[in-house]
């Protein structure tokens, strides 16, 4: 077990290691006035923007070049090279999984509605045999009738008729 780990399960300052640390931080309130302290110091927020609008362009310089916006190698897949293009696949499928996971747990908001007998649209008190409220069916009983109205099978009719 590291240092790090043992001060993380046991509470402690991970900068003194003396104190207890704040709640959900690992610091304590001591190091945390005196990191504030050296932060108001040293960060200067105009040589951030500016740092900002060099990153900015930078990105577009080597878009247009046909670079890698990671690194300076030549971009064979999209924006990427070859490595940073599988480091970005691999994070948005990670990413995409998570929030998959996270939505799964959370509940479907339509499953949520039906089970408390609300509408699946609009979350209003349904019609007594209903998956919707009066409003939200009435809506979709005159968009399905202008939708088989315009539909391209029904052109077909009109024209061959």
Not at 14 to 36: E, M, S, T, V, Y
Not at 51 to 66: A, D, I, V
Not at 94 to 119: F, N, Q, S, V, Y
Request: net charge positive; charged share 35%; aromatic share 8%.
């Amino acid at each position: 077990m590291t240092d790090y780990e043992w001060l993380t399960e046991h509470g402690f300052c991970h900068k003194c290691g003396k104190q207890k640390a704040a709640p959900h931080r690992k610091f304590c309130f001591d190091c945390l006035d005196k990191i504030r302290e050296i932060n108001a110091k040293t960060y200067d927020p105009v040589k951030a923007h500016e740092y900002q609008e060099r990153r900015r362009e930078l990105y577009q310089e080597h878009k247009e070049n046909g670079i890698c916006i990671r690194c300076s190698k030549p971009a064979t897949h999209g924006l990427y090279c070859y490595e940073h293009f599988i480091k970005a696949k691999s994070h948005n499928m990670e990413t995409a999984e998570r929030r998959k996971r996270e939505r799964h747990e959370r509940g479907l908001i339509p499953d949520i509605r039906k089970r408390e007998g609300l509408c699946l649209r609009c979350g209003q008190p349904v019609l007594s045999d209903k998956l919707y409220c009066k409003n939200c069916y009435e809506d979709l009983l005159k968009s399905q009738k202008v939708a088989s109205l315009k539909s391209p099978w029904r052109e077909n009719e009109k024209r061959t008729v």
